[in-house]
Every structure is written in structure tokens, then in C-alpha cells.
């Protein structure tokens, strides 16, 4: 709309010098009305050089930031993907890091004497943009999905990996293609994704084979940022006298701090141990399911059926 508006404007520009100019060449003698037609087309072309100069530069600039920056960001500068309520955890959890990076920076620093370059900033610094890439690369990464390729999509001849390899045959009547090994198809987005985590509404994307190592970075990258940040505010907080406003900036900032890291602190543990036992959450899920079958509702059961390769469920297929 702001782009619309200035062309807008210089169109109009454009047309008042074309009408001065009409009323000038009847109101003066040849000769100025002659240098005046002259230069009310040199301005006129000049409106018509900036519109088209404005319109590349919008155009340019929107295609540089839908190729330059990841998928899920460039779709927030297009309107498109996913419903807004979908996007907006990933907002509030950029909203949330700029807090405590803003805490740290601004408050904190000037009230410990550190200056920019000091180790404590340059450390806190790379854990914090560090935390930013992994979870910028964590939401635009694919997640992975099943080959689109005729060998995958051909109901009734499974292919050859499946078979080479002893693996159950699963075919997914929804998606119209054979699972791959330890694949899922994801509630949330409608897709077959390869070695299935789960689908992380903080991120609005699926964890997966494809960005399960930037979803695991992203966690203790976080989870260091706000160990960090809890101790050294901690220690500032007792050691020194401070002004009102800035100690209660900092002890909020801190009890944010040591919830996010409380939070993350313990997932991150979970998912250590579950890359250890090589498993996904899908798959812990399932084992537990199989301890208490009587606890666990009728998807669960399902999922629980589809991660072993159950041949009684209806979509699988033996070659």
C-alpha cells in the first residue's frame, strides 16, 4: 500500500506539470511557452523514470527477501503459508529472545562496567546469534518426506530399498505413496515426514530427519544462553548496590530467564538421552504405549502399530 501511495502521488505530480505546462503555452508569448512545454516534459519524464524506478526497487527488493531469507520468513513478508495463530509462538518466541537479549545488553552490561568487547559479552553474544541460526534453520528446513519418484507412488510394486532391506511395507492410502522406515505422517501439516520427532508449534514445523539437528542445537544453544545469563545477572543482583529501575528490570528479565531455561533445561536432557537410545519421541511414545496398552487412546495405539510396522493395520501391505 505505501508503494502504491507514492506512485500514486507521482503519477499526479506528473499530470499538474502537463496542465501547467497546457496553460502556460496559452498565456505566454512562443518562445517561453516553448522552454516551458520543454521543461514540463523533461519533469514529466522524470516522474515517469521515478515511478518505474520505485516500482523495480520495490519488486527487487520483495524478491531478494523471499530468496535470500528462509521460507517460513519470506512467507510472513508474502501473507502466505500457514494461518496467522500458527505463526504466531514463532513471534512470540523471537519477541521473547530480544527481551533477554535487550536485558543483557542494555541493562545489565552498563550496570557490571563490561564494555562490548569484554569476554562475557563476546560469549553471551555467540550463544545468543548461534540460538538465532539454529532456530531460524530449524523452521525453514524441510523436515524430509517420502520420494515422490514412481517406485514409492506405485501401489502394488514396493520398491526395491524396502524390500532389499526386510523392512515392513506401509502404504499410506491418504498420501498415495509407501512409507519409508521410522516415516510418520504428520497431524498437523498433512505430509509423510521421514524419521518423525514431532511437530513443534514453537518452531511452526515439523521435526524431522531433515532438521532435527537444528532443532537440537537451537535447544542448547538456548538453554546455555540462559544459564548464562541467569548466573552473571544472579551474581550482579548480590554483590551490588543498584539503582531501582534497573534492579527491577533485571529481576524480571531474570525470572524469565530461569523459566525459559527450567523449561528447556529438562528437554533437552530428554531428547540427549533419546538421541543415545536412538529413538524418536514418536518412538518412546510407542514403547510406552506397549507397558500400559490399556491407557492409551485409539490414535496412540495406532501410532504405536504404525512405528513396529503392524501387518494388521489396514494400510499395510506385504510384497
Known amino acids: 500500500p505505501a508503494i502504491e501511495a507514492i506512485l500514486a502521488v507521482i503519477a499526479e505530480s ?24 520543454g521543461l514540463a516534459e523533461c519533469l514529466g519524464h522524470a516522474c515517469g523514470g521515478a515511478a518505474v524506478l520505485v516500482r523495480d526497487v520495490s519488486d527487487g527488493a520483495a524478491a531478494f527477501a523471499c530468496s535470500c531469507l528462509p521460507p517460513l520468513f519470506a512467507s510472513f513478508l508474502r501473507g502466505e503459508g500457514q494461518p496467522l495463530p500458527a505463526k504466531l509462538p514463532v513471534g512470540f518466541v523471537i519477541w521473547i529472545l530480544g527481551l533477554l537479549y535487550c536485558a543483557f545488553v542494555f541493562a545489565y552490561m552498563p550496570a557490571a562496567g563490561l564494555a562490548l568487547d569484554s569476554p562475557v559479552s563476546m560469549i553471551f553474544h555467540a550463544f545468543f546469534f548461534l540460538t538465532l541460526s539454529s532456530f531460524f534453520q530449524a523452521a525453514s528446513t524441510e523436515p524430509g518426506s517420502a520420494p515422490a519418484t514412481a517406485a514409492w507412488t506405485t501401489r502394488g510394486c514396493p520398491p526395491k530399498e524396502l524390500l532389499t532391506a526386510g523392512e515392513k511395507v506401509r502404504w499410506r492410502e491418504e498420501h498415495g505413496c509407501y512409507a519409508p522406515p521410522r516415516a510418520h505422517c504428520c497431524g498437523v ?23 532435527h539437528k537444528f532443532f537440537l542445537q537451537f535447544l542448547f544453544y538456548a538453554t546455555a544462553a540462559c544459564s548464562m545469563f541467569n548466573v552473571s545477572v544472579l551474581q550482579l543482583l ?4 543498584l539503582p531501582a529501575l534497573t534492579k527491577f528490570l533485571l529481576i524480571g528479565a531474570e525470572g524469565l530467564a530461569a523459566l525459559l531455561g527450567g523449561i528447556l533445561g529438562p528437554f533437552l ?18 514403547r510406552q504405549c506397549r507397558r500400559g496398552a490399556s491407557e492409551c487412546s485409539e490414535d496412540e495405539r495406532d501410532t504405536d502399530a504404525d512405528a513396529d510396522g503392524d501387518p494388521t493395520r489396514p494400510q499395510a501391505e506385504q510384497p
Open 14 to 37: 506528473a499530470d499538474d506539470i502537463h496542465a501547467f505546462a497546457a496553460m502556460a503555452a496559452r498565456e505566454t508569448s512562443s518562445g517561453v511557452a516553448a522552454a516551458v512545454q
Open 189 to 211: 501439516t498433512g505430509s509423510v515426514v521421514l524419521r518423525m520427532d514431532h511437530h513443534c508449534p514453537w518452531i511452526a514445523n515439523t521435526v524431522g530427519w531433515g532438521n
Open 238 to 241: 548480590v554483590q551490588a548496590t
Open 269 to 286: 536432557l530428554f531428547h540427549f538421552w533419546l538421541l543415545a537410545k536412538n529413538m524418536t519421541s514418536i518412538e518412546f511414545r510407542s
